[in-house]
Every structure is written in C-alpha cells, then in structure tokens.
C-alpha cells in the first residue's frame, strides 16, 4: 500500500503537468486565444464602437451652405427681428437697442474650440467670463456646445454656441446690468427658443 502512493501522486503529478503544457500550446496565439466563445463577443463590441463612431463622423460631416441658411423666430409685440447680412441676424428691443440678440450661422464644420477661444477674447472685453452650462434647466441652454458669460457695471452679455435644426449657431445675448432688464431678456430667451431653419 505505501509503494502504491508514491506511483499515484506521480502520476496525478505528470497528468497535471501534461495539462498544464496543453493548455499554454493552445493559447501560444492571440489567435487561438480568439479561437474560443470569448472572440464573437469582443468582436461584437469592437463593431458597435466602430458604429457608434461611424454614426458620430456622420453628423459631423452633415453639410450645408451658410449664407442660404434663412431663420425664423416668434416675434413678441415690441421687438423685431431681420437679417443684418448672410448668415447674420438681430433680434432687437424696439423701445432699447442695448437689448438685442444677434445670431449667427457657423458652418458646418466650424472648429468649436477656435471659435470658443475667439469668444473668451470678446467677452474679455466685457468683463470676467464664466461658464453659464449649468443652466439647463431654461431650453436655450440645453445640449448647447458651450455657453459663456461676461458682465460689468453697464453692460452683461451671454454667448451659447449650438445646434438647432442640424445647423451650428452662435447666438450673443446683449442687455444692460440693470434690475428692468429681468423681464426683457425673459422675453428675448423666449423667442430665442423658438429659433427655426428655413432653407
């Protein structure tokens, strides 16, 4: 019986052993590493990044002409709204012309980042920039690429860069620093999330 342990635990030992060496041989490749159930599932991911990828480059590369862009607005009793040249508008306080909101129609394949740093160099001028996203809670400011801040004493302005019907905008809110000014920006953000392409 004594004789007989010694042979099994070697044996057990060399069949471990053999195991151990047939299991590394097989997975030697990362092609035989991909040979099990494991490859149809990573392939499987690889594809939907790709085509969420994919999905992106397309709606980046959405194209139009800018100076054909025509827009459209609900206008309130007090307040108009025209075209200033191609690709610009105003929507203005008949009554003020400090209060006026100026929309402008990027391309579509505008750099964001240039245009938001040529943006903090014209709200610099106004006063210390601040980042405005937080208020998603008002339509305007919603899925917005970045909304930006500025104010002093006399004067504040907000600038909101987005999409509206597939097309870029840059719209630039203008008011003077004062408590009256509550009411008429009111009015001007409402009519500002009316904003409509028309081509």
Known sequence: MKN???????????GALISVVGFTTACNTVDDVYSNDQKPLEKTIVHEDEKKSSNQSNKKTVSYDAS????????????????????RFILEYQKNADYYAR?????????IE????????????????????MNEAIPLYQNTKFSLHASNQETAQNVIVKEIDGVLLKITIHYLNQEESEVI???????????????
């Open 4 to 14: 007989k342990l010694p042979k099994l635990n070697q044996a057990f030992f060399i």
């Open 68 to 87: 054909n862009i025509q827009l459209q607005v609900d206008v309130h009793d007090g307040y108009i709204f025209d075209a200033e040249e191609p690709r």
């Open 103 to 111: 929309i402008e129609v990027l391309d579509a394949n505008e750099n």
């Open 114 to 133: 240039k245009v938001k740093e040529q943006v903090l160099e014209y709200l610099s001028h106004t006063g210390e920039v601040r980042d405005i996203s």
């Open 185 to 199: 920006t009111q009015h001007m953000v409402e009519m500002l999330q009316t904003l409509k392409v028309t081509q």
